[in-house]
Nanobody, 119 residues
């Protein structure tokens, strides 16, 4: 089992930056693929970014490419989402997720952290 706890959300002005963290527990964390998703009010949950493991690779939604960066610190069992040049449309609840391998279902989810971007 993997438990995920997000933090780092908050209120930021458009053009600003935030870094989200996802702390994971569980002995098999190091073998899992990790991802970030978001859900704005009245919208479907959407993919934001993913970190593939053990053959390292990163993937991004077109809407965040060049502005967001996903990274992983295995020693700390933590995944990060660095968000720069934030836009009002980036406002959402951001969720961390984990899956056993690329192509499998996203099985484990955190509780989410709110990101608000003021224009």
């Amino acid at each position: 089992q993997v438990q995920l706890v997000e933090s780092g959300g908050g209120l930021v002005q458009a053009g600003g930056s935030l870094r989200l963290s996802c702390a994971a527990s569980g002995r098999t964390f190091s073998t899992y693929n990790m991802g970030w998703f978001r859900q704005a009010p009245g919208k479907e949950r959407e993919f934001v970014a993913a970190y593939r493991w053990p053959i390292v690779g990163t993937y991004y939604a077109d809407s965040v490419k060049g502005r967001f960066t996903i990274s992983r610190d295995s020693a700390k069992n933590t995944v990060y989402l660095q968000m720069n040049s934030l836009k009002p449309e980036d406002a959402a609840v951001y969720y961390c997720a984990a899956r056993t391998s690329q192509g499998s279902n996203w099985t484990f989810w955190g509780q989410g952290t709110q990101v608000t971007v003021s224009s």
